[in-house]
C-alpha cells in the first residue's frame, strides 16, 4: 500500500498539469485581424506536418476573446496543404463550434500565399520577430499588437 500512494500522487499530478503548451507567433496582420501561429502545437506524424493557425480580431472590444482556430496539416516535401479542423471560441475564449474535415483534399500550396507562409512557420520553422504570447487570451490582453 505504501508504495502505491507515491504512485498515485504521481499519477494525479499528470493528470492535473497543464495538457499542452502554446507559443503563438505572429505571422501577418492586417488592419482588422491578427494571424498567429502555435509553433508548440507543430507535429510531425510520417511525411504530414501539423499545425494549429488563430485568427484573431484587432478591432474587438477589449476583453473579447473571440476567435478562430484552424489545423493546417502540410506534406512538405510534396507542397501539398489541407484544412482538417476549424474551431470557433466565442467571446469569453471559450469553444462554441467545432468543424472538423478529417478527409479534406490536398491543395498545392501556391507561392506567397496565405497558406504559404503557415507552411514557412510549419515546415522551414520560420518565426516571429515580434515576440510571441503563451495563449491568445495574453495576446488580446497584450493590447492585440
Known amino acids: 500500500m505504501k508504495a502505491i500512494l507515491p504512485l498515485l500522487s ?79 471560441y466565442d467571446e469569453t475564449g471559450n469553444l462554441t463550434d467545432s468543424y472538423p474535415e478529417p478527409d479534406a483534399e490536398w491543395e498545392a500550396v501556391v507561392a506567397r500565399s496565405y497558406p504559404s507562409v503557415v507552411k514557412s512557420v510549419a515546415c522551414d520553422g520560420a518565426r516571429s520577430s515580434e515576440g510571441s504570447w503563451p495563449s491568445i487570451v495574453a495576446f488580446v490582453d497584450g493590447g492585440r499588437l
Open 10 to 88: 504521481t499519477v494525479l499530478a499528470l493528470v492535473a498539469a497543464p495538457a499542452v503548451a502554446e507559443d503563438w507567433h505572429k505571422f501577418s496582420s492586417s488592419e482588422s485581424r491578427a494571424y498567429l501561429a502555435d509553433v508548440d502545437s507543430i507535429t510531425v506524424d510520417g511525411n504530414v506536418t501539423a499545425i494549429r493557425v488563430a485568427i484573431v480580431s484587432r478591432t474587438a472590444a477589449a476583453g473579447d476573446y473571440h476567435h478562430v482556430v484552424d489545423q493546417f496539416n502540410f506534406r512538405c516535401d510534396a507542397n501539398q496543404m489541407r484544412t482538417v479542423m476549424s474551431n470557433d
